[in-house]
């Protein structure tokens, strides 16, 4: 981990602070993607878009069926979010070259502890919580009903950066 630290005037990012993620917080990420990868049983596969894909059926066989891994009953649908929020992270890391990062207003305030982000700072994708917010029904479409956009957002990435948003720092979900 380098030592990227930068800070954003409010009126040119939504988020004032951004910094590379401690080695621990890495390795927790590494743990939870690898821990998803295993009780998944994901293939290996150094293609993003193709990561995204299995994530993507996961997702939906869980909203479809409202059941997941045995493995995850003592905790509640939030592990089985972060988890393969690590593993999507990875996903657009591979695919797009995002790199982990911590957002939010100063080193104390931090809104984000671990999100993943374009290089430039325009854009970030608080992983966990986005999917969280896919598995507990409160992804809304135009539609009103929880979308699973999971592989969506990721093919709809490659053409969102390669403009540039009003301000740093901008929230894909």
Not at 31 to 49: K, L, Q, Y
Not at 121 to 127: E, G, H, S, T, Y
Not at 150 to 155: D, I, K
Request: proline residues 3%.
């Amino acid at each position: 981990m380098s030592d990227y630290q930068k800070y954003y005037n409010e009126d040119e990012a939504y988020f004032r602070y951004v910094e590379e993620i401690s080695d621990e917080t890495y390795q927790q990420i590494i743990d939870g993607a690898r821990s998803a990868i295993s009780v998944f049983g994901i293939p290996e596969t150094n293609d993003g878009r193709e990561l995204a894909e299995y994530i993507n059926k996961i997702v939906e066989n869980i909203l479809e069926t409202g059941e997941y891994p045995k493995e995850y009953y003592d905790n509640d649908i939030t592990l089985v979010a972060v988890e393969l929020g690590c593993l999507y992270g990875f996903a657009l890391d591979m695919g797009y070259g995002w790199r982990w990062r911590m957002v939010g207003n100063s080193p104390d305030d931090i809104d984000y502890s671990w999100a993943i982000g374009s290089t430039d700072d325009n854009w970030f994708c608080p992983c966990g919580v986005y999917l969280n917010k896919i598995l507990t029904g409160q992804n809304y479409g135009i539609d009103g009903k929880n979308d699973n956009t999971v592989l969506l957002l990721y093919n709809m990435i490659g053409e969102t950066i390669k403009t540039t948003p009003e301000k740093k720092l901008t929230l894909l979900w």
